[in-house]
């Protein structure tokens, strides 16, 4: 077994009331031309002037950005990219979703790099992320993406999405408050909270898995599951949205230090190609990918069973790892997320496309346990278009 590699960075506040902690941390870095980066409904609501209000209070000069769109096109990136090269910034904050917790990454960046966004895109760019970029503090307003922590911003293209990942992308800061995500629908509650859950999941199959990723994994589980319906019938459940908040920020650990596998991988197609949300595009693989790969990882699956609430003490593991699956999808199907692709209007003429572009996904379909190669994944999309 190799050495496991393990990053665990920014510097972290997490807990009620952590956004106190802004005004110290942007005073250590002395920013002249601070941009914050929203998307609208952010700004709608007055949630970014929690943010905003107190920087301007203190004397910077802040700029607020609105123009980020969930599962930002490469498009929506340059054009951020652009203004942050000419705006003459020396810091860049992300407030919102992992949109735009992303943007925000690449944008601080790509800022000190020349040459378009897609220059540096994993699957077909050419130029490497040389350069730290400007100060950038993340912070999240879903439980979902774990962004705030990982060294990558996701960026869809016309028929799927890629990437640009380097260690520069980094948060310098993360700060997590649960109150921030009160006012999160609860349809958005679903999806990040089952992107969060599929994080974890990923990761402790993943074969990069490491006893430290495995411990981060099965609690980021445990505080998921006993939250996440808690926090979707009730957004101002309180305990429930700080306990997704934490769930979401240890899968983030978690995932980003031994990788996510066949789920993200045959999600990023259906998400690029049909525009479903990046969580409602893991919910409804989930559990289709995880019954594929089941008998590679019987004994993981019934650690799994445990933290979702289960029992496998009198199960042999292959009944665990049956049982692992049905609760997978009848925590997807409680919080309201169709079971089935044909749920979303994926009609089955797609299937072949969506296998095609799910092909590419080399870097991720490596850590599966169970080796994804064509055929699997052609089974894998029919079967979660039939139910089966
Ligand atoms: P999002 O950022 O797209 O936001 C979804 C919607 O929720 C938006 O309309 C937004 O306005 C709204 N919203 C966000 N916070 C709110 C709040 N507090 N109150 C009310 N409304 C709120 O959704 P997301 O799922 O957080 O992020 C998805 C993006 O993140 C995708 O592009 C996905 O590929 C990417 N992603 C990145 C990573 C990573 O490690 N970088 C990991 C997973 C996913």
Same mark, same amino acid.
């Given at each position: 077994m190799n050495a496991a590699k393990l990053v665990f960075t920014p510097l972290s506040y997490i807990g009620w $009331?952590? *956004?106190?902690?802004l005004l110290p941390e942007v005073e250590k870095y002395g920013p002249k031309k601070i941009l914050v980066v929203t998307d609208p409904m952010l700004a709608k609501i007055g949630l970014t002037d929690k943010i905003t209000g107190p920087l301007e209070e203190q004397g910077y000069s802040v700029t607020l950005y609105t123009e980020v769109v969930p599962e930002p096109p490469v498009e929506v990136g340059e054009k951020l990219v652009s203004f942050t090269r000419e705006g003459g910034f020396d810091m860049v904050i992300g407030v919102g979703g992992g949109s735009a917790l992303d943007l925000t990454k690449l944008a601080s960046v790509l800022a000190v790099h020349e040459g378009p966004v897609t220059d540096y895109l994993n699957l077909t760019g050419t130029r490497a992320v040389e350069r730290k970029g400007l100060p950038k503090i993340l912070i999240p307003?879903?439980? $979902?993406?774990g962004s705030e922590v990982t060294n990558i911003s996701v960026l869809s293209l016309e028929t799927t999405k890629d990437v640009v990942t380097h %260690?520069? *992308? *980094?948060? %310098?800061v993360a700060i997590i408050d649960?109150? *921030?995500?009160?006012?999160?629908?609860p349809k958005v509650t679903a999806a990040t909270g089952i992107d969060a859950l599929t994080h974890a999941v990923e990761a402790y199959i993943s074969v990069n898995a490491s006893p430290t990723t495995d411990g981060l994994a099965l609690q980021a589980i445990r505080l998921i599951a006993r939250s996440l319906r808690r926090a979707v019938e009730n957004g101002n459940d309180e305990q429930a949205r700080i306990d997704m908040s934490n769930g979401s920020y240890i899968a983030g650990l978690a995932f980003f230090n031994a990788g996510v596998a066949g789920v993200h991988a045959l999600a990023y197609p259906l998400g690029g190609q049909f525009h479903i949300s990046h969580g409602e595009s893991n919910a409804v693989l989930l559990p289709y990918v995880m019954g594929y790969i089941r008998k590679s990882c019987v004994t993981r699956m019934g650690d799994i069973l445990n933290a979702l609430g289960g029992n496998s003490a009198f199960l042999s593991d292959e009944e665990a790892s049956y049982r692992c699956v049905e609760e997978l999808k009848r925590l997807v199907n409680d919080v309201g997320i169709p079971n089935t692709l044909s749920g979303f209007d994926v009609p089955e003429s797609a299937l072949e496309s969506l296998t095609q572009d799910g092909v590419k996904q080399k870097r991720i379909l490596a850590r599966s346990p169970l080796p994804l190669l064509e055929d699997d994944i052609r089974n894998i999309y029919q079967s979660a278009f039939e139910g089966a």
């Open positions: $009331g952590a *956004l106190k902690e307003t879903t439980s $979902g993406t %260690d520069n *992308l *980094l948060a %310098d649960p109150a *921030l995500t009160l006012s999160v629908p």
